[in-house]
C-alpha cells in the first residue's frame, strides 16, 4: 500500500510540471506573469526585502499564476463543451478571468506596500 501511495505521487507531480510547462510555453499570460515574477524576485534580492515581505511576494505570484492556469483550463473545457459563442460560457470564462484580476489586483497592492517605501 504504501508504494502505491508513493508511486501516485510521484505520478502527480509528473503530471503537474507537466501541465505548468505547457502552460509555460503556450500561454501568453503565464508568461508574461512568469516574467514579471522574476523580475519582482529580482527587486526582492535588489531592495533586501524581509521575511515577512518575501512570504507575501511569493503567495501573491503563486497565487496569480496559480489561478491563472485554473481560467485557462475552464477556458479550455468551455471551448471543448460549446466550441461556439454562448452566453453561458461567456459568462463562465468572465468570471473565472476575473478571478485573476482580483488575484492581481491584490498583488500589485502588496507589491506598492512593499516597494513604495523602499523608492522613498
Known amino acids: 500500500m504504501p508504494i502505491r501511495f508513493i508511486k501516485g505521487r510521484i505520478k502527480g507531480i509528473f503530471y503537474s510540471?507537466?501541465?505548468g510547462l505547457e502552460l509555460l510555453r503556450t500561454e501568453a499570460s503565464i508568461q508574461?506573469?512568469?516574467?514579471?515574477?522574476?523580475?519582482?524576485?529580482?527587486?526582492?534580492?535588489?531592495?533586501?526585502?524581509?521575511?515577512e515581505e518575501w512570504l507575501a511576494q511569493t503567495i501573491c505570484i503563486g497565487?496569480?499564476?496559480?489561478?491563472e492556469g485554473v481560467n485557462t483550463a475552464i477556458e479550455e473545457i468551455a471551448d471543448f463543451v460549446h466550441p461556439g459563442q454562448h452566453p453561458k460560457?461567456?459568462?463562465?470564462?468572465?468570471?473565472?478571468a476575473g478571478a485573476v484580476g482580483i488575484a492581481a489586483l491584490i498583488t500589485v497592492i502588496v507589491g506598492c506596500i512593499i516597494y513604495i517605501p523602499k523608492l522613498f
Open 63 to 67: 497565487l496569480v499564476m496559480g489561478i
Open 17 to 19: 510540471i507537466k501541465g
Open 89 to 96: 460560457i461567456g459568462r463562465l470564462k468572465d468570471i473565472a
Open 32 to 51: 508574461v506573469q512568469f516574467v514579471v515574477g522574476i523580475l519582482i524576485t529580482i527587486a526582492g534580492f535588489y531592495f533586501n526585502i524581509s521575511r
